[in-house]
């Protein structure tokens, strides 16, 4: 990818990004979030990485959407435009900026190979293909494209498979919790809201 | 500057900027335009009315004596004749509104809408010698390994105009419309993305196009009868195939707010639903970028289980795709042959359209969750252990 495009997606990402802090209505603010996240896409498909990259959009900007409702709903947004900057929650902000700057400043300092340029590193399919044992990932590796979202599945079934399980029994158990919570009003008096 | 330029490839730019023009302006478009003159005219003739059959070329404006109707058929200009009246209509924007947003929202309906035939393989690959190219051309815009995510991830942005355009209108019908439309596809989403699932076990692949040329070498998925589709392992997964295509093709017509679901614009509750407070080419973006939803959805379910564009038992009449080796008239009758299922496809939704009731609201989140959800998990329970039983090749 050119470089031009990789500026561009980039100062899309933080524009909004500094976007979702500033503005003061609340559905800017999570407009702005779905550009900055959308940005942040395109950016990791110039890296070669689709499948990251679209489920980037695909999870967050539909997590933003209930986002959205809920501001729609619930926030009362004339009271959200009118109210005051809180200063010491801005400067506290800042500061943690400030400090996660320096720290990143700091790590790359030492990082070596921050000094090769990308167009050196080409990437070597061809010998990846003859290191892989599963036939498809091997095929496409040797054809020459990245088979990135079946790259993430072996790797991800193959090594983690425990830990996979987890993280879906985990995510079952927050579901249900959902579930039992919202069904939970219903017993009592109804609600009018 | 030389060496930005140099990084691009420049032949690789054309033939993809001619194959953007072509299939989103010039083909797309344009059926979004002849669809809702077909529906028109299928819905006369289903309620057995007449319908827009007098729109011809204005020859009587040159002095002519008759106006000239194109194949003698009647009503042929009609989309013609809309486009103008809606942009010549006034444009009218309520004083109620929140104008910033208000002017986003049937963009955000539109674009993404279009977007998504990107990945949609419209035709095998053509043979484009006499150009000078060494290589045939394939059809598709992007040939990306993730293509129907690719597809699900921008047509989910397509909610945002809805719930935008509700939302700014500012008043109770359009909101309603918004959230209502924003839930139900919210729910359906789930039922669209499982129903696929087991398509994408058979395949192993999420390369729309090696679906196609893998369905056009051993069968369709709805109609596995040559080629490998021949063995018992793809004749037992015919059932969940079937399965996994209705769930798919009713959680679509739920998806782009068409008939038996389209709760978020229903008339006899919400006057117009969402788009209540637009008018002129506004309210006609959020008109095209439904139909175009519906085109390209169509399309998706024709890449996934009618085989896309390859040819009814194509290897056994010597019609099929050998990569690099198509010649340019197979090409074209390729191509030529995914716009025809498309368009079947969408009279199906257009005599759908016009053949059952509206859902209620609570039958429709009844359908999708108690229904649809678990018959698609189900489906993909029983295409693993048939896939298990009996594996193929």
């Not at chain 1, 990251?52 to 009271?79: C, E, H, P, R, S």
């Not at chain 1, 400030?98 to 990082?111: E, K, N, R, S």
């Not at chain 2, 496809?345 to 609570?362: A, E, M, N, S």
């Amino acid at each position: 990818m050119p470089s031009v495009l990789f500026y561009l997606f980039a100062a899309i990402t933080l524009l909004f990004g500094v976007g979702v802090v500033v503005a003061r209505n609340p559905v800017a603010s999570a407009l702005s979030l779905v550009c900055s996240f959308t940005g942040l896409a395109a950016l990791f498909i110039s890296l070669d990485a689709y499948f990251i990259g679209t489920l980037q959009i695909l999870v967050y900007a539909g997590a933003v959407m209930v986002l959205f409702l809920f501001i729609i709903m619930l926030l009362d947004i004339k009271a959200a435009e009118g109210r005051q900057t809180n200063y010491a929650t801005a400067v506290g902000g800042l500061l943690l900026a400030v400090l996660f700057t320096v720290q990143i400043a700091m790590v790359l300092g030492d990082f070596k190979e921050g000094n090769k340029t990308l167009a050196d590193q080409t990437l070597n399919l061809g010998a990846a293909a003859s290191k892989t044992s599963l036939n498809t990932i091997k095929d496409e590796l040797a054809e020459g494209t990245l088979p990135d979202a079946k790259l993430m599945g072996f790797t991800l079934f193959d090594k983690y498979p425990f830990q996979l399980q987890v993280v879906g029994l985990l995510l079952l158990a927050g579901t249900v919790g959902v579930v039992v919570l919202s069904k939970r009003d219903r017993g009592g008096k109804e609600e009018v809201s | 500057m030389t060496v930005l330029l140099g990084s691009i490839d420049l032949t690789f730019l054309a033939i993809s900027l001619a194959k953007i023009i072509v299939l989103t302006f010039m083909v797309i478009l344009p059926m979004v335009a002849y669809s809702v003159m077909a529906e028109r005219r299928g819905a006369a003739i289903m309620q057995d009315r007449v319908g827009p059959n007098r729109t011809n070329l204005p020859l009587t404006l040159l002095g002519f004596k008759k106006d000239l109707s194109i194949f003698g058929m009647g009503g042929l200009l009609q989309p013609m004749a809309d486009g103008l009246k809606f942009i010549l209509k006034e444009d009218f924007t309520p004083k109620h509104v929140r104008t910033f947003y208000f002017w986003l929202a049937p963009a955000l309906t539109m674009v993404p809408a279009l977007l998504t035939c990107a990945v949609l393989p419209f035709g095998s690959e053509l043979n484009l010698g006499f150009l000078g190219l060494a290589h045939p051309v394939k059809a598709v815009i992007a040939d990306l390994n993730v293509g129907p995510l690719y597809t699900f991830a921008i047509a989910s942005l397509g909610v945002y105009g809805i719930v935008l355009a509700g939302w700014s209108s500012n008043s109770k019908y359009p909101f309603l419309g918004a959230v209502r439309s924003s839930s139900q596809m919210i729910s359906y989403e789930l039922s669209l993305g499982l129903a696929i699932v087991p398509v994408l076990m058979v395949f192993g692949e999420l390369n729309l196009g090696k679906i196609a040329a893998a369905q056009d070498a051993d069968g369709w998925l709805v109609l596995p009868l040559w080629g490998d589709g021949l063995s018992p392992g793809r004749l037992l997964l015919w059932i969940p195939m079937l399965i996994s295509f209705v769930i798919f093709t009713i959680a679509m017509f739920a998806e782009t707010n068409r008939m038996p679901f389209d709760l978020p614009e229903c008339e006899t509750e919400l006057v117009a639903g969402y788009h209540t407070e637009y008018s002129s080419m506004k309210f006609a973006l959020f008109f095209l970028g439904e139909y175009a939803a519906m085109i390209i959805g169509s399309g998706l379910a024709v890449t996934l289980f009618l085989g896309g564009w390859s040819i009814p038992f194509g290897p056994l009449l010597g019609l099929g795709y050998t990569p690099g080796a198509t010649p340019l008239w197979l090409g074209l009758l390729h191509i030529a042959t995914f716009f025809a299922k498309v368009i079947v496809f969408i009279l199906f939704f257009i005599g759908v359209r016009w053949t059952v009731p509206r859902f209620r609201y609570d039958q429709l989140m009844k359908l999708g969750w108690l229904w649809m959800f678990e018959i698609a998990l189900a489906n993909v329970l029983l295409t693993a252990v048939i896939m298990w039983l009996v594996p193929l090749k």
